[in-house]
């Protein structure tokens, strides 16, 4: 069966520093995966999608993630934080043929000027 | 219409009442989900909807939730004798599979905010 784990309910950084929200994921066929992003009081929106053309997604706002497959992990960074990066961030994966996503718990990133 | 609409924004209602919370996803899209945000709890999967399929309701977390979607468009998820733990935001989500099925993202609603009191 298909699930994520991110590590770290919560990510402090400074702005102008590196972001890593850490993603490991189980699956046992291929695995579909996505970062979402939830700024305050707004819903959800994409930030990236893996579809197997290329292991380095580039998304929106800077953010990029990388599929490990080796280490069934898929983090995403951002080189420098930006006060606006402030928000939660959720890593899903793709549940078999049905479609269903799988979302982890979340990651709340705060940015510290 | 342009994006998912869901309806109330906010609910607040009595411990043992029944509630209805309502999602119409974007026009055309033939799949839609439901899913809850707690705090801390991230996003738990409740039911999903496929075309004519029969819906995969493996995440309805009690028998007093349900959930029905008529003429393929407009769903109605209902929950029975709340409970203060069914206190929570409840969001529906529909997929535009763009690239296909599996790599599609989802388009979610803003969500219905409900609070048993």
């Known amino acids: 069966a298909q699930s994520v784990t991110q590590l770290g309910s919560h990510v402090s950084v400074s702005e102008g520093a590196l972001v890593l929200l850490r993603c490991n994921y189980s699956?046992?066929?291929?695995?579909?995966l996505f970062w979402y992003v939830q700024y305050p009081n707004q819903g959800l929106q994409l930030l990236l999608k893996?579809?197997?053309?290329?292991?380095l997604v580039k998304g929106i706002n800077g953010f990029e993630a990388e599929f490990k497959k080796s280490e069934t992990s898929f983090h995403l960074t951002k080189p420098s934080a930006h006060m606006s990066d402030a928000a939660e961030y959720f890593c899903?994966?793709?549940?078999?043929?049905?479609?269903?996503?799988?979302f982890g718990k979340g990651t709340k990133l705060s940015v510290k000027p | 219409g342009a994006g998912v609409s869901q309806s109330p924004s906010n609910k607040v209602t009595e411990k043992g009442k029944d509630v209805e919370l309502r999602c119409d996803p974007i026009?055309?899209?033939?799949?839609l989900y439901w899913y809850r945000q707690s705090l801390g709890q991230g996003l738990e999967f409740l039911i999903y909807?496929?075309?004519?399929?029969?819906?995969?309701k493996s995440g309805l977390p009690s028998d007093r939730f349900s959930a029905e979607r008529t003429g393929g468009s407009v769903s109605t998820l209902t929950i029975q004798r709340t409970q203060q733990e069914d206190s929570a935001v409840y969001l529906c989500?529909?997929?535009?599979?763009?690239?296909?099925?599996?790599?599609?993202?989802?388009?979610f609603g803003n969500g219905t905010r409900l609070t048993v009191t």
């Open positions: 699956s046992s066929v291929p695995p579909y």
């Open positions: 893996y579809t197997s053309a290329a292991t």
């Open positions: 989500a529909s997929p535009n599979y763009e690239g296909g099925p599996y790599n599609s993202p989802l388009h």
């Open positions: 026009s055309g899209h033939t799949a």
């Open positions: 909807f496929q075309g004519n399929s029969a819906p995969d």
């Open positions: 899903a994966v793709r549940k078999g043929s049905q479609g269903n996503l799988i």
